[in-house]
């Protein structure tokens, strides 16, 4: 059965003016039958003891077309039966013999690092452990607080002034704790009143709440403990197997290792990452004690020292969890001959990145196959933007394995109380689940998808699929002329722990919304890049208008609310511009280095790049033809309309709104594009590559090979989810626009249809909706306020102002939505606007503003129509927003968890459309 329908015209030239060399006989027989490591490997973990259950598990996976397994020693008596080891030497031996391919998992179940409980059984002073800090804010009167568990650390009382404590004023409380409850009687004034203790960390953290078996974790900042857990689960198979275990095993598979200092589900306290050693080890990196005012203002401001002290703490977590976690398994596992792979926990948020590992990005480049969990397999709500983040660190460090654990978990597993019927994810999804994964730089898909209702001819389809894909699309480089920059260090500064996930850190996760807006609006506008981090920036040399790191080559570099960066970094920036590069800041300009915040020497350079740029978005160019921009806070959404103005894609579509996704590769000096059709609609267009020479189209359905594909005009027919690769001999590059100083060019606004605006809110929410006289007056157009009152804490509460529209909306000549908002001063609320366009009949669908409502003032936001993903409440359907009937507009907020008599309001102009300037095409 065909699952890709696709044709290819060279329209306007003769093949035989154009023939390619003949196609490699073994690409040509791989590409029909692709080699297992390159299919599904399938999560298996324990063999069966029995030799012929252990053959017939084979000779099964290999009727189905897997490509082989992820396993490990049984979980029973684990790593201490002779008889299991046995078995399972024999099992891997006969894999082999048959020809799979096989990695190696780790641990038995997850978090990955405990050997099952054996690293902690004589050692529980190796328990993940933490600072756990309670604190209230009050003006005079009785103050009763519970302090946590564990030793206290710190209790006292500070002054505070606009969100800021006086250190200085301190009172020392610690004498007026009774049966772990804090009483005082706080003076005249504003108090900030905080219990710190320190503890371990399992209540309320992965180690209690993960879905496979509730134990004590061990502390990632130590080195003993892993280099325990190596001693008893990795030098073990070294003994059964032989010291050379990539003779066996292609890679190890370590799951979901992190500090713990993350709540998973709601708790009195906020959690830091701790171990005895870390203050000693904070004083020889950074040359001063890890004392009260560090710990302090990793809580809350304190001062000009705060952004400091935040970045050497989180700096130092970082360095300690890569050397003393990843480091040490990577270099046990380069000396046995064999890959340190595997993924991390909540890849998802950059927020959740600090307090789990300190500095992700220098953790995963400690990894030889840095790998990804996704959970879905809806293609919608596949995690793309995860595995283009751990492919870059591939490409950064030369590596050529990028792996996902990919699964229908979502769709399946129901916890008790759960009604939603399980929902069985057909070979189609499952496909466009991969294709999303691999265009994003994943090549290794391990599954444990239940595969629920798929034959075995299906299963082999898929996995012919994907091991054409794969098998490609493995080893070269990604060609790619835009950098987004990871903004971890812009991050630190701001963050502060949060009682339940990171949900607290406000101005932190303001930074991840824009880092992944801007991932999302290049993804959609079918432009590939790669993440960066400032070591890579710092590494990198500036050639001509072209930051050049190893084979990587890029001539734009995206700042997504960055302006905290080491001055290297900085300085190498300046110098891409200075010749003739380009650099995209978004919603904040250069402003901190890692030693002064802020700093002069950056804020000089931010002043020559940027000019004074002002509050609407700004082009600067320099003497040398380099350009800077700047798209303030609410503009981030221009970010692929700019990109469009200043470099050519080197792959064109005809419709710019078309669901097609692509990468472009280097690979065997052979220039290869793979395209995937993300939709579960069919798709015909044309498409045009900047490429030369004749090439090939590769089709992963059928292992077809056409040849003489001319690049400039090549049509194509995409089924569902379908996906075609095409290979050319050279590639050209894409040409560097001309760029005007000056305001930029951008979008004619056209106002939607006025109606008399709704309000509706969450049962805990007394909610009012009024006409704004005084700033209506002023626009001369209605602007309404809107007011929501809590009535209840720490309950899920929502209100949303509702635009009907009694004849659906055609938003098909838009690029994006402009909502114009105003919030009052003074309100330090904790959630952003959301925008949920509904469908007439059909679905809703959901995207962030980027507009918080603790900021005062006046904001204009754009919300690409390419960034709105099906709600989570929606009913039922195809996924893919319809722009030609839209039946409302809804912007509010939602799934806050607030305190009773709280107010949050905001107000709010009618909504416009935005259609892009023609000078920006």
């Known amino acids: 059965m065909h699952w890709l329908g696709v044709t290819a015209l060279c329209l306007g030239l003769t093949g035989a003016a154009f023939v390619c060399a003949a196609q490699p006989a073994d690409v040509t027989a791989r590409f029909s039958n692709p080699p297992a490591d390159a299919r599904i490997l399938k999560i298996i973990h324990g063999w069966p003891d029995a030799p012929e259950a252990q053959d017939r598990l084979i000779a099964q996976l290999q009727r189905q077309g897997f490509g082989g397994v992820v396993c490990n020693v049984s979980f029973d008596h684990y790593l201490e039966s002779a008889a299991k080891w046995q078995a399972f030497a024999r099992a891997v031996k006969a894999a082999k013999a048959a020809g799979l391919c096989l990695w190696l998992y780790d641990e038995r179940g997850y978090p990955s690092g405990n050997a099952g409980g054996l690293v902690l059984r004589d050692h529980p002073e190796w328990e993940a452990r933490g600072l756990l800090a309670a604190h209230i804010e009050v003006t005079n009167g009785p103050v009763e607080l519970a302090v946590p568990p564990g030793k206290p650390v710190i209790v006292a009382a500070f002054s505070e002034k606009l969100g800021r404590i006086d250190l200085a004023t301190k009172v020392d409380l610690s004498g007026e704790v009774r049966d772990g409850v804090l009483r005082w009687q706080a003076p005249d004034g504003r108090w900030w009143v905080v219990a710190v203790t320190e503890h371990q960390l399992y209540d309320g953290t992965h180690a209690e709440l993960n879905l496979w078996q509730k134990m004590p974790y061990i502390n990632l900042l130590m080195p003993e403990p892993t280099a325990r857990f190596i001693e008893l689960t990795h030098q073990r198979y070294a003994e059964q197997l032989g010291a050379d275990l990539g003779r066996w095993f292609v890679a190890t598979f370590t799951d979901e290792p992190s500090l713990m200092s993350c709540f998973l589900k709601p708790m009195p306290y906020r959690p830091l990452p701790w171990a005895p050693g870390l203050p000693a080890a904070f004083q020889h990196r950074r040359g001063y004690p890890l004392d009260e005012r560090v710990v302090l203002a990793l809580l809350t401001d304190t001062g000009p020292g705060t952004a400091k002290y935040r970045y050497d703490f989180w700096l130092t977590v970082g360095e300690l969890v890569s050397e003393n976690f990843f480091g040490q398994l990577q270099s046990w596992c380069q000396q046995h001959n064999l890959a340190s792979g595997g993924h991390l926990l909540m890849e998802e ?232 590069g380009v650099v995209i800041a978004l919603g904040a300009l250069p402003i901190n280095s890692a030693t002064e915040f802020p700093s002069p020497p950056v804020e000089r350079l931010a002043t020559e790049l940027f000019g004074r740029p002002g509050a609407e978005p700004h082009l600067n160019v320099l003497s040398g033809g380099g350009a800077a921009v700047f798209l303030p806070r609410g503009s981030e959404a221009l970010l692929p309309v700019v990109v469009r103005g200043l470099v050519e894609p080197d792959v064109k579509l005809d419709d710019p709104n078309a669901p097609i996704r692509l990468t472009h590769r280097r690979v065997h000096g052979r220039e290869l594009y793979f395209l995937i059709n993300d939709s579960p609609q069919p798709w015909s267009g044309e498409v045009r590559f900047a490429a030369e020479g004749a090439g090939e189209l590769l089709e992963p359905g059928t292992g077809r090979i056409t040849p003489n594909l001319q690049p400039d005009r090549v049509r194509l027919s995409l089924e569902p989810y379908g996906a075609v690769l095409a290979q050319f001999p050279a590639a050209r590059i894409p040409r560097r626009l001309p760029a005007k100083a000056g305001p930029l060019p951008g979008l004619n606004l056209r106002p939607l249809p006025r109606v008399e605006p709704t309000l509706a809110h ?132 939602g799934g806050y968890l607030g305190t009773q008599d709280e107010a949050v309001q905001f107000m709010l102009a009618q909504p416009s459309l935005g259609v892009v300037d023609e000078r920006m095409q």
């Open 349 to 580: 948020s950059l927020v959740a990145h600090v307090p789990l590992y300190g500095e992700f990005f220098r953790c995963i480049r400690r990894l030889d196959a840095p790998s990804i969990d996704c959970l879905t397999s809806l293609p919608g709500e596949v995690p793309w933007w995860i595995g283009r983040l751990l492919a870059s660190a591939a490409e950064l460090e030369g590596h050529s394995l990028v792996m996902s654990e990919t699964s229908d978990h979502a769709q399946r597993y129901r916890p008790a109380g759960d009604t939603r019927p399980k929902r069985t994810v057909p070979e189609a999804e499952i496909r466009g689940t991969c294709n999303r994964l691999m265009v994003a730089g994943v090549n290794c898909i391990t599954s444990y998808y239940s595969f629920t209702d798929l034959d075995d001819a299906a299963l082999r389809r898929l996995n012919e699929w994907i091991g054409r894909c794969c098998m490609l699309l493995r080893g070269g480089h990604q060609v790619a002329d835009l950098a987004l920059v990871y903004p971890e260090e812009s991050v630190w500064v701001r963050f502060t722990p949060s009682r339940h996930w990171a949900r607290e850190a406000a101005e932190a996760l303001e930074i991840e919304r824009t880092y992944r807006a801007a991932a999302d609006s290049l993804f959609a506008a079918q432009r590939d890049f790669t993440v960066v981090d400032s070591r890579a920036l710092q590494e990198a040399r500036v050639e001509s208008g072209t930051l050049v790191h190893g084979a990587l080559r890029w001539r734009v570099v995206v700042l997504p609310a960055t302006d905290t960066l080491p001055l290297a970094a900085w300085q190498r920036l300046a110098d891409l511009v200075r010749s003739g």
């Open 762 to 893: 969450g049962q805990w929410v007394r909610g009012t909706l009024q006409v704004d006289r005084e700033r209506s007056g002023l626009k001369a157009a209605p602007v309404w306020e809107a007011t929501g009152i809590l009535t209840r804490s720490q309950v899920d509460t929502f209100l949303f102002v509702r635009f009907h529209y009694p004849t659906p909306l055609d938003l098909t000549e838009a690029e994006v939505l402009v909502l114009e908002s105003w919030v009052p001063a003074g309100q330090r609320t904790g959630p952003e606007l959301l925008l949920i366009l509904s469908e007439e009949g059909g679905e809703d669908f959901l995207a962030h503003m980027g507009r918080p409502l603790s900021a005062a003032g006046y904001q204009r936001s754009f919300v690409p129509l390419s960034q709105f993903r099906r709600a989570g409440w929606s009913k039922s359907g195809d996924g893919q927003l319809d722009r030609k009937r839209i039946s409302e507009v809804r912007i509010g907020w």
